[in-house]
C-alpha cells in the first residue's frame, strides 16, 4: 500500500472527510504533530510517513491539499515526511 492510500484510509478511518484535516511535511514529524500543532499522540487522529524525498513528499502533499486538506508549505529543511492530523479546538494549524 503506498502512502497516499495509507493516508485516505486513515482519513476515511477517522472520519470528518478531508476539510477537517491538515496535512504537510517536515523533517522531524514528532516535533511537527506533537510540539507545533499540539496533536495528542494517544488521543489524536494522526499519520506520519517517510516519503524517502522531499520532492515525493510535497507531491503527496500536494494531492491532500487538492482534495481539500488545510495546509502550507512549511516543512523545514529537507522535509521527507508526509504527515495529517485531524484538527481539533486543541490543535493548531501553522
Not at 514529524?29 to 487522529?45: C, D, I, M, T, Y
Not at 510517513?49 to 491539499?65: P, Q, T, W, Y
Request: with cysteine; aromatic share 10%; glycine share 14%.
Amino acid at each position: 500500500m503506498g502512502i497516499e492510500a495509507e493516508i485516505d484510509g486513515r482519513i476515511h478511518k477517522c472520519g470528518k472527510g478531508y476539510r477537517e484535516w491538515y496535512v504537510g511535511t517536515t523533517a522531524d514529524p514528532n516535533q511537527r504533530l506533537f510540539k507545533s500543532h499540539n496533536v495528542s499522540q494517544e488521543q489524536g487522529a494522526w499519520i506520519y510517513r517517510d516519503a524517502g524525498s522531499e520532492m515525493m513528499a510535497k507531491n503527496i502533499e500536494a494531492v491532500f491539499l487538492k482534495k481539500g486538506c488545510k495546509g502550507g508549505s512549511v516543512g523545514g529543511i529537507k522535509p521527507h515526511y508526509v504527515y495529517a492530523y485531524r484538527m481539533t479546538r486543541t490543535t493548531r494549524g501553522i
